[in-house]
């Protein structure tokens, strides 16, 4: 696979986010409309479009890889947002410590985190 290429939407390794807005995010010098997850073993598009699409199934691919992720940044959107409890749980009985807040804001601290090498991941919710 070619660096920065996207294939069935995922892109092998980590990758810093270079910019989100306008629907979207670029990173690993391509840019791709829509929500995504920022994993250890790469980025990852994610169907969901709003916090109240946030569900066990929404994050799954995050807790299967759950032993590679100390943080999991949440961007809620525009709006911070809160996680439902029973998500919560679940984070933390998996070992992952969770922080829900702008995706902005999720972005920057993802690309500080992962800049020091930092078990992070991240769910990125677009926005327009």
């Given at each position: 696979?070619?660096?920065?290429?996207?294939?069935?939407?995922?892109?092998?390794?980590?990758?810093l986010i270079d910019s989100?807005?306008?629907?979207?995010?670029?990173?690993?010098?391509?840019?791709?409309?829509?929500?995504?997850?920022?994993?250890?073993?790469?980025?990852?598009?994610?169907?969901?479009?709003?916090?109240?699409?946030?569900?066990?199934?929404?994050?799954?691919?995050?807790?299967?890889?759950?032993?590679?992720?100390?943080?999991?940044?949440?961007?809620?959107?525009?709006?911070?947002?809160?996680?439902?409890?029973?998500?919560?749980?679940?984070?933390?009985?998996?070992?992952?410590?969770?922080?829900?807040?702008?995706?902005?804001?999720?972005?920057?601290?993802?690309?500080?985190?992962?800049?020091?090498?930092?078990?992070?991941?991240?769910?990125?919710?677009?926005?327009?």
């Open positions: 696979m070619a660096p920065g290429r996207m294939y069935d939407g995922f892109v092998p390794g980590r990758h989100y807005g306008a629907g979207g995010f670029r990173f690993a010098e391509m840019s791709h409309r829509g929500s995504i997850l920022a994993l250890p073993s790469g980025i990852k598009a994610w169907e969901v479009t709003s916090p109240a699409e946030f569900s066990l199934d929404a994050f799954a691919p995050v807790l299967a890889e759950a032993a590679e992720i100390d943080v999991l940044l949440v961007g809620t959107g525009r709006e911070a947002a809160a996680l439902p409890e029973a998500l919560r749980r679940r984070f933390k009985d998996a070992g992952i410590g969770v922080d829900a807040m702008q995706t902005g804001a999720a972005a920057r601290t993802y690309n500080i985190l992962a800049a020091e090498n930092r078990k992070v991941a991240a769910a990125l919710v677009a926005v327009p």
